[in-house]
């Protein structure tokens, strides 16, 4: 309880003032309220580029590579050595750190599955082809293809499990097989990842006593006042902006806005989805590649990209906020350490280094950016069951 | 020739402006309808019909638009290009949905709209081109 709310108590308990209940919910509020509410998540959408992407034996061989480190040059770099369970499926970093030291906050792989778009600048339009690329990427994983086919090659239950969903491997010296193995890796990695879904967080449970009409009991579904208070700041459209973009049951819409927050210093890596969609578009692993399993109709969301316009430039995807007092730090380059910071940025920013700012002044107080980084605690979960490292993770 | 930057300026430039005609939808056998509106300029009556009904938020969705010529007669004015956003907020939708000649005679099928956030949305529909372009203006809200 912060400073303001103590007072606040101490007033009611020697003035006999009643702070003004703040669980009365309007109908609109508490439409608003299922709309943010995980009750209202349908399963993931399905990705008709991948063939085996809800397929339970691919994701069992999906969760081994991705704890694995031989995927890498060195040995030493998984999937989830940027992507932790303990950490939210994040690495507590400003920027990850593979085989060198990469320019990019390492984001939540939680709820991924229902991303359309991948990195931050959204250069990619599946999970499976966002995994090749942090493979390959001489940063990250450093992965050569055809390293990737003899580490297959060289494991008892890979081999297995390999040919049990896609058939042989092939000979060593066939770079176009490589490269369709590389490609199988990918989906198995991405029907892993579909499964790590968000969980029902403390405020997920306020919510469902709210729409079913009653009153939350118990610590683990009563929001504080303080609570309480962000939540209202967070919904109101006169104080805040944040459900303009972090709306829906996954706290993000999934699309790209400029909040003026690119580094200053740099130039060409700043310009967000102005160059991400560019490369989507020109990407040999998109849906419309030969290597996805998709008709050419299925891949809507490439087909209808808006790719020109000033508001591309230097925005970046909107992450979710579930798990986020966990997932820091923040931006697309980690340069925002704290959540208190984060929520600084919003009430202090104004333009942007690169492109034009979607970010108006808000009005809110000081007690209420506080109150709205508190509500933001409530949003944590626990991971799904049966994501962690397997018992044979190297 | 205006370049993509420009273009977007004073397409919300646009918006922001001119008023729109009123956007609540009528429902019809599960979809939301918008309209008859009159074109500003007066040259057309449009109808369009969204497959989300109502309109939310985050999906990407098809609507179908049914032009006539002020008397109420189809007609196939086409090119029909669609775009839509939040003018007092500089939104413009994530995607750039695409009209395409439908079946029947005034009839067109716009893909790839999508709405990424709740509010009300200004939608604008260019009709033809050279002398015979118009526009047709109307706001949408979305939950």
């Known amino acids: 309880m912060n400073g303001f709310s103590r007072l606040l108590a101490v007033m009611t308990l020697l003035f006999g003032l009643a702070p003004a209940s703040a669980d009365d919910w309007s109908p609109a509020q508490l439409e608003q ?33 991705f704890y694995d480190r031989r995927l890498s040059s060195n040995g030493r770099v998984a999937c989830a050595s940027c992507h932790e369970p303990a950490r ?37 339009d599946s999970l499976w082809s966002q995994a090749l690329a942090s493979m390959e990427n001489p940063l990250e994983m450093n992965l050569s293809r055809a390293k990737a086919v003899e580490v297959l090659r060289a494991d008892t239950v890979y081999r297995r499990e390999y040919r ?13 097989g490589a490269t369709r193995v590389f490609v199988n890796i990918g989906k198995s990695i991405e029907a892993f990842e579909r499964r790590v879904t968000p969980q029902a967080s403390r405020f997920d449970r306020y919510v469902a006593a709210k729409l079913a009409g009653r009153e939350p009991t118990g610590a683990d579904e009563k929001l504080s006042l303080d609570e309480e208070m962000g939540l209202r700041a967070f919904l109101s459209v006169e104080q805040s902006q944040c459900l303009r973009c972090h709306n829906g049951p996954l706290f993000t819409n ?15 890596s700043e310009q967000g989805r102005a160059a991400g969609v560019t490369k989507a578009l020109a990407d040999e692993f998109n849906c ?6 998709a008709r050419p109709d299925q891949c809507v969301e490439l087909e209808f990209a808006r790719s020109e316009g000033a508001q591309l430039v230097g925005a970046f995807k909107a992450p979710s906020l579930r798990n986020v007092a966990r997932t820091g730090p923040y931006f697309h380059d980690g340069h925002v350490r704290v959540l208190d910071d984060v929520i600084w940025h919003y009430r202090t920013s104004h333009g942007a280094p690169l492109g034009q700012s979607e970010l108006e002044a808000a009005t809110m107080t000081g007690t209420e950016f506080d109150q709205l980084r508190i509500f933001l605690g409530s949003l944590d979960s626990p991971p799904p069951r049966d994501v962690g490292p397997p018992s044979r993770a190297r | 020739m205006v370049g993509p930057a ?51 938020i985050n999906r990407i969705h098809s609507w179908s638009l049914k032009l006539a010529d002020a008397s109420g007669a189809p007609v196939d004015a086409g090119p029909v290009t669609i775009d839509a956003g939040v003018p007092i907020i500089g939104r413009v939708m994530p995607t750039a949905a695409r009209a395409r000649k439908g079946a029947g005679a005034g009839e067109f099928v716009i893909e790839g709209m999508k709405f990424d956030m709740a509010g009300r949305w200004r939608v604008e529909v260019h009709v033809g081109s050279g002398p015979a372009s118009d526009l047709v203006s109307f706001d949408v809200d979305v939950k």
Request: proline letters at 8%; aromatic letters at 10%.
């Open chain 2, 6 to 56: 420009k273009a977007t300026l004073l397409f919300l430039g646009a918006l922001a402006l001119t008023p729109a005609a009123g956007g609540l939808a009528r429902a019809l056998d599960g979809a939301a309808v918008y309209g008859p509106f009159a074109s500003r300029g007066g040259a057309y009556l449009a109808t369009l019909r969204s497959d989300l009904a109502p309109p939310t």
């Open chain 1, 33 to 65: 309220l299922r709309g943010l509410w995980i009750g209202n998540l349908p399963p993931p959408p399905p990705d008709p580029s991948n063939r085996v992407a809800d397929d339970s034996r691919a994701a069992a061989f999906g969760r081994l590579l």
């Open chain 1, 288 to 293: 419309r590649g030969k290597w996805s399993d």
């Open chain 1, 164 to 176: 049990a969903l896609f058939g042989d491997l092939p000979a060593r010296g066939d770079a176009d």
């Open chain 1, 254 to 268: 999934g699309t790209f806005h400029n909040i003026g927050s690119q580094n200053r210093k740099a130039t060409s």
């Open chain 1, 88 to 124: 939210a499926f994040t690495d507590g970093r400003a920027v990850a750190r593979g085989v060198g030291v990469t320019d990019r906050n390492a984001p939540t792989i939680i709820g991924a599955a229902y991303n359309n778009w991948f990195f931050w600048d959204g250069r990619k």
